[in-house]
């Protein structure tokens, strides 16, 4: 089983900076991909970005130039550098961690989500 442990989430005024991360910890064999999706209501969950464990990412078109994610591969940790934030990026942001068990499955785990609000 795997947790993860979302922090840094908050309200920020548009064009202002926020940084959320993901820490993950339990028993697996190694990690494919760390992510982060989005949420509003009514709406489905969408991607923001993600990471493998070697490095390449991918970023949604809307925030790409805007955020950066990174990955602390010691820490097991994902980071979520969001700059130039606009009120269309409010929403719940969930991590997402895609591991190898140490019986060799592919499992992939959701975070509880944490809020971020851009509003003046």
């Known amino acids: 089983q795997v947790q993860l442990v979302e922090s840094g989430g908050g309200l920020v005024q548009p064009g202002g900076s926020l940084r959320v991360s993901c820490a993950a910890s339990?028993?697996?064999?190694?990690?494919?991909?760390m992510g982060w999706y989005r949420q509003t209501p009514g709406k489905q969950r969408e991607l923001v970005a993600t990471i493998s464990n070697v490095g390449p990412t991918n970023y949604a078109d809307s925030v790409k130039g805007r955020f950066t994610i990174s990955i602390d591969n010691v820490k097991n940790t994902v980071y979520l550098q969001m700059n130039s934030l606009k009120p269309e990026d409010t929403a719940v942001y969930y991590c997402?961690?895609?591991?190898?068990?140490?019986?060799?499955?592919?499992?992939?785990?959701w975070g509880q989500g944490t809020r971020v609000t851009v509003s003046s």
């Open positions: 997402t961690i895609m591991v190898v068990t140490m019986k060799k499955y592919t499992v992939n785990f």
């Open positions: 339990g028993s697996f064999f190694s990690i494919n991909t």
